[in-house]
């Protein structure tokens, strides 16, 4: 089987996911008290010794890789707006 290294994981997400099914099954808000006092003690309990990483920037992804995902969607509304506004008129004269 996998080492519970690197399965740890998988088997958290089925725990969200067991929880959550069961919660709803019996007719309780999964955004609940007790729900978010259940978890902080398997936080507590099982992932006590976790750190976030000392640099910040550890985890990001690099600047240009950034800019690119940012301005294609921002390049893309003008041109969107830009044909349905020249679909609309060649509509209209018809």
């Not at 099954?25 to 507590?44: K, Q």
């Amino acid at each position: 089987g996998i080492p519970l290294k690197e399965s740890w994981g998988f088997m958290y997400s089925e725990l969200v996911l067991c929880t959550g099914l069961l919660a709803e099954g019996m007719g309780c808000p999964v955004a609940s008290p007790t729900l978010d006092a259940f978890f902080m003690r398997i936080h507590a309990e099982y992932f006590a010794n976790c750190s976030l990483p000392r640099d910040p920037t550890e985890h990001q992804p690099p600047t240009g890789v950034v800019i690119i995902l940012t301005s294609l969607p921002v390049c893309l509304v003008p041109l969107s707006i830009a044909l349905v506004l020249r679909k609309a008129r060649a509509g209209f004269e018809i």
